[in-house]
């Protein structure tokens, strides 16, 4: 079994009392059992596929591999010592970015020597699977396909993109999410006092917990060493005569161990909203810096970036729309790119929608349409859909007169002819919701919605 599951030597925590230097403290806090495990309720609850591998369970002919795919610091790696320690498997790392065909055929060899000589299964964890090539991938078949090994592969890009299908189907997919506040504050209070962390000689004030929780962003890795960083910071003070009574970390201890100021942003407060509505209120005035900033203030505050994603969205309709019908096109092909690869590189997607956004020229005409449209609707405006437009495929529609009369468009000269479409209310009261404005591509759009309308309506 890998020694990552044995507690330090003794002495307190960072102390190197064996003349050796302790791992890291996200290596020497990884669980060591389901019950010390935080988030990933879906993906462990009883009976799913991967808690059925943890617990050493398996079908009729063995275990299946699996392929954990979720954002850094979710907890692969720990998964898959956790499946490892089941009946006493053996535990074999590789990483993609490392190895290859070579180390792949020589962990095979090697695993089917256990199984033959002692009847022990091993566990290959391979990191960053992506990187691997179709060639690559091909060499894990045929262990996986005869149970030789079982196969934990880790990935945080979409697998259906980055692995081969043979693989995919002979493996489970689980699916891990970031972990939620109150489990990365959860697990920064397990680090503080867990003998194998901390060990009490620290204290964490709630500022710099809540910082820590921010900066984190649900990566767990990230959390506890930005934990451990601020700690040294917090021991170099006292060494230095600056903090005498206590080892407490606070929130300037973790601002100079992560050289990163606090940004002062409640997501579920005032200052959600504020910074928010300054973020859609710049774009709409067409100050790129502005927006920038905003945009900066909530990702450094922790922000969901699909949140921001979704606001951008919103704008390229609401401010742009049909000014510059491509605004919409680049929000939400962003939306997308951020749902795919996470942060911090989603940064440079959102950078890029809000420049798009905010120096394109503006439109609400699209947004007034729609609402006064709603308006008449509420107001109990719009009678009958004239007989000519209702449906005629179904039996019994034509005597009653459906469809009758209807003018196929584009049999017309330019595709366009007088015809009926508004209820009679409507055009009797010429509803006009649609005025488009002169910039942008509305303002070629608007002469020829003057000139449809007109031939349309029979003016």
């Known amino acids: 079994m890998s020694d990552l599951f044995s507690a330090p030597a003794a002495g307190e925590p960072g102390d190197s009392?064996?003349?050796?230097?302790?791992?890291?403290?996200?290596?020497?806090?990884?669980?060591?059992?389901?019950?010390?495990?935080?988030?990933?309720?879906?993906?462990?609850?009883?009976?799913?596929?991967?808690?059925?591998?943890?617990?050493?369970?398996?079908?009729?002919?063995?275990?299946?591999?699996?392929?954990?795919?979720?954002?850094?610091?979710?907890?692969?790696?720990?998964?898959?010592?956790?499946?490892?320690?089941?009946?006493?498997?053996?535990?074999?790392?590789?990483?993609?970015?490392?190895?290859?065909?070579?180390?792949?055929?020589?962990?095979?060899?090697?695993?089917?020597?256990?199984?033959?000589?002692?009847?022990?299964?091993?566990?290959?964890?391979l990191d960053e699977i992506h990187r691997f090539t179709k060639a690559q991938q091909d060499a894990l078949l045929p262990g996986v396909e005869n149970r030789l090994v079982i196969l934990v592969a880790a990935t945080t890009e979409n697998p259906s993109f980055s692995i081969i299908a043979p693989l995919l189907s002979r493996s489970v997919l689980v699916t891990l999410t970031s972990l939620d506040d109150a489990d990365v504050r959860a697990l920064v209070d397990r680090a503080l006092t867990d003998e194998r962390g901390l060990a009490v000689s620290f204290t964490l004030d709630e500022e710099g917990m809540e910082h820590i929780v921010r900066m984190a962003g649900g990566d767990a890795r990230r959390a506890l060493t930005t934990l451990e960083a601020a700690a040294g910071v917090a021991d170099d003070d006292r060494a230095a005569g600056r903090e005498e009574d206590t080892l407490q970390i606070t929130l300037a201890h973790v601002e100079q161990a992560v050289a990163h100021a606090a940004v002062r942003y409640d997501r579920a407060g005032d200052q959600h909203y504020d910074v928010a509505s300054a973020f859609i209120k710049s774009m709409r005035g067409s100050d790129v810096d502005a927006a920038l900033h905003y945009l900066a203030r909530q990702l450094e505050a922790g922000e969901d970036p699909r949140f921001i994603a979704r606001r951008i969205v919103i704008a390229a309709s609401e401010e742009v729309g049909m000014a510059d019908p491509t605004a919409l096109q680049t929000a939400v092909a962003a939306m997308h790119a951020v749902a795919q690869i996470g942060m911090p590189e989603a940064r440079l997607v959102l950078a890029q929608a809000v420049v798009h956004i905010a120096v394109a020229p503006k439109s609400n005409a699209a947004y007034a349409a729609i609402n006064a449209a709603i308006a008449d609707v509420r107001a109990g405006k719009g009678g009958a859909v004239p007989a000519h437009l209702r449906g005629s495929g179904y039996a019994g529609a034509e005597k009653l007169g459906h469809g009758k009369g209807y003018r196929y468009s584009h049999d017309e000269e330019a595709g366009v002819g007088a015809q009926q479409f508004l209820p009679d209310d409507l055009l009797e009261a010429d509803a006009d919701y649609y005025h488009p404005t002169g910039r942008g591509f509305e303002e070629r759009l608007g002469p020829r919605w003057a000139e449809l309308r007109r031939i349309i309506r029979g003016r």
């Open 17 to 125: 009392a064996a003349g050796e230097l302790q791992p890291p403290l996200a290596v020497r806090m990884r669980p060591r059992s389901l019950e010390e495990v935080h988030g990933q309720r879906d993906a462990l609850r009883p009976g799913s596929p991967l808690r059925r591998l943890i617990e050493g369970h398996g079908g009729a002919a063995g275990p299946l591999s699996a392929i954990l795919w979720g954002p850094p610091g979710t907890g692969k790696t720990t998964l898959a010592h956790l499946v490892a320690q089941a009946a006493d498997r053996r535990f074999v790392e590789l990483s993609a970015v490392t190895a290859g065909v070579k180390d792949v055929r020589a962990v095979m060899d090697q695993a089917l020597q256990e199984r033959s000589l002692y009847g022990r299964q091993t566990v290959l964890f």
